[in-house]
């Protein structure tokens, strides 16, 4: 086993097992070579087990898991409170069980904050993968939005905590919250949104939060309204004008 525990990274580090634990450490992704930059990621797993535990990543990329030659093999992979920001590139992770031989990998991404990272391939923010599927455990990401529709996205993609933050932009939530876009359990915040139109959800059955909002139906509608469900309705520090309404 190898272990670096609270080191700076600066540049690409690429474990080949049997086992690597990476705790306390802070992943820059940096580029010995600036003409490559943007393809290249913090952290590759490219065999073994690995561990990556309280550490910052930020850069083009965040942490490859990939065993992609016939001599490699990528077993068990544990991302544990993480912070992966601002990541320019990719989502947090990109995953790729490329060698079909020997067991599937088998990937735990958990208490883990995704800060301003691509989208990616499945709009999830933490990973994406061209076959293998991680567990995902109380991940939180936090998007900047600057439509209503970018807001939808986002909160379905995830399917989990989201911190939404619209620096002020003017949003219509038509008919926005429903059942399968925030799960019971799971939390949606929204910032500093200037909420317009009828704010509708429907039976929503996780957590939703307004936080740093204002609300403003000028139609003589309300201005939210919520509608059976299981989950709760927070708001902070907000401002509301016209008919609101609770089920």
């Not at 474990?15 to 990476?22: D, H, R, V």
Request: glycine share 8%; net charge negative.
């Amino acid at each position: 086993k190898v272990r670096f525990e609270n080191c700076v990274i600066d540049y690409t580090i690429m474990t080949e097992g049997p086992q690597a634990e990476f705790v306390k450490c802070q992943f820059n992704d940096k580029s010995t070579n600036p003409a490559n930059a943007a393809n290249e990621y913090a952290a590759w797993v490219y065999s073994g087990d690995a561990l990556f535990q309280d550490c910052d990543i930020t850069g083009y990329r965040g942490i490859k898991i990939c065993d992609y030659y016939d001599d490699s093999e990528v077993n068990n992979v544990v991302i544990d409170n993480c912070r992966f920001t601002n990541i320019s590139k990719k989502p947090g992770i990109a995953i790729d069980d490329h060698n079909s031989v020997g067991e599937p990998m088998n990937i735990v991404i958990k208490n883990s904050t995704f800060t301003n990272c691509k989208a990616g391939d499945l709009g999830n923010y933490i990973y994406e993968s061209d076959n293998a599927i991680p567990t995902l455990e109380n991940n939180t990401v936090c998007v900047n939005v600057a439509t209503a529709e970018e807001l939808k996205d986002a909160i379905a993609a995830v399917n989990g905590n989201v911190i939404v933050d619209a620096n002020g932009a003017e949003l219509n939530l038509n008919n926005t919250f429903t059942t399968a876009m925030v799960p019971a359990g799971k939390t949606a915040t929204i910032r500093n949104a200037n909420v317009t139109g009828r704010s509708y959800g429907n039976k929503v059955n996780g957590d939703v939060v307004f936080e740093d909002c204002s609300f403003n139906n000028a139609n003589g509608a309300y201005s939210i309204h919520f509608d059976g469900g299981k989950g709760n309705v927070f708001f902070k520090n907000c401002a509301l004008f016209g008919w609101n309404s609770f089920g």
